[in-house]
Nanobody
């Protein structure tokens, strides 16, 4: 069983910066990718960014140019550097990790963190 530990959430003013981190523990499989999703009240969960062990990245349109995702494969950690934050970025941010074998088009392992609150407000 993999545990995803998130940190870095909090309150920040518009235009400010925040850095989220997520660390995977108890991994018994190869983590192929890690990323962040977020969910704001009244909205569906959406992709923020992800990064694979091959360094392929993907960003949600709303955060491109403002957020940067990075990873340390050896440590199974992922970080999200958020800049020029907007009130619209307010959401619960969830760390996600996946890997293992692919069965019927789905990864054998797919884990989620508990979520960390990011609030952008003046």
């Amino acid at each position: 069983q993999v545990q995803l530990v998130e940190s870095g959430g909090g309150l920040v003013q518009p235009g400010g910066s925040l850095r989220l981190s997520c660390a995977a523990s108890r991994s018994t499989f190869t983590i192929l990718g890690m990323g962040w999703y977020r969910q704001a009240p009244g909205k569906e969960r959406e992709l923020v960014a992800y990064i694979t062990i091959g360094a392929n990245t993907m960003y949600g349109d709303s955060v491109k140019g403002r957020f940067t995702i990075s990873r340390d494969n050896a440590k199974d950690t992922v970080a999200l550097s958020m800049h020029r934050l907007k009130p619209e970025d307010t959401a619960v941010y969830y760390c996600n990790a996946w890997g293992g074998a692919v069965v019927d088009g789905r990864y054998e392992h797919d884990y989620w963190g508990q979520g960390t609150q990011v609030t952008v407000s003046s």
